[in-house]
């Protein structure tokens, strides 16, 4: 990352590299852990410090966890693990750079990936149980699938949302991106921003609909906004590439 300092630079703004004099408590970890050094702009460390976690906890999650299978429920593993992070983060604070308006952040933290892996692989065995008590089932795939078309054609959202997971991953259905598509967008048009952010990863490579990178940008930006962190790391990636923007 490169720091520019225009010649009307105040001195007093003038970049200061300084280690952080904050004190986070640690704790042992086992063997199976994985390091990341993350750098962050942000207004005050607090805000730093949840996004820098945040990003770890995604690359993290992706070393294990294939992309496809994160899209089926993405909100709701970044929602948990966040919730549990400090279960099986350390996070160690190591640097700022001070500019203008805001400061870079720089973190070192290690994740046990153990802990990570037993946490997701208990959301996954309970992802039946959707937030509407209607689509709370039991049953085999295709019996589900029968449950959320009906909420979906109905306009919920929410069951719109999954039916396009069901459509993307083959699950209850036979796998059609197009399909994924069209559910993704319905539930995208009333607000659900994991659906928004499903339907740029579809534009963005071009599954189910002509790849289209600016439209891509556009629903990632749309699910960034209500804070969704894969969306925002998306859209960051997209402005990294040139692709859209």
């Known amino acids: ?9 105040n001195l007093l703004h003038i970049v200061i590299l300084m280690i952080l004099a904050v004190s986070i408590p640690q704790k042992a970890f086992g063997e199976d852990t994985q390091n990341f050094t993350i ?4 207004k005050d460390f607090r805000s730093a410090l949840a ?4 990003e770890a906890l995604q690359k993290a999650i992706t070393a294990f966890l294939p992309y496809k299978e994160q ?5 709701e593993i970044q929602t948990k ?3 549990n992070s400090q279960k099986f983060t350390k996070v160690e604070p190591i640097g700022q750079l ?12 290690t994740v046990d990936m153990k802990i990570l892996k037993d946490t997701v692989d208990d959301f996954k065995s309970n992802i039946a149980d959707v937030s509407d008590e209607n689509l709370k089932v039991g049953q085999d795939d295709s019996e589900k699938v029968k449950r959320f078309r009906k909420a979906a054609d109905q306009g919920d959202p929410e069951a719109q949302f999954y039916l ?14 197009a399909k994924a598509a069209k559910w993704y967008r319905k539930a995208a048009d009333q607000g659900i921003p994991k659906a928004q952010l499903n339907l740029g990863y579809l534009y963005y490579n071009g599954e189910g609909v002509p790849q289209d990178y600016a439209e891509a940008v ?3 930006r749309k699910a960034a906004d209500q804070g969704i962190p894969e969306a925002q790391f998306n859209l960051g990636v997209a402005y990294g590439n040139g692709k859209g923007v």
């Open 98 to 109: 001070k500019g203008y308006d805001s400061t870079v952040y720089k973190f070192d933290i």
């Open 51 to 54: 996004q820098a976690e945040s």
């Open 39 to 42: 750098s962050v702009e942000a």
């Open 218 to 220: 556009k629903w990632y």
């Open 81 to 83: 693990i966040l919730d």
């Open 1 to 9: 990352m490169k720091f520019l300092i225009s010649k009307q630079t």
């Open 71 to 75: 899209l089926g429920y993405a909100t």
């Open 164 to 177: 396009g997971v069901a459509y993307y991953n083959g699950e209850g259905v036979p796998q059609d991106y």
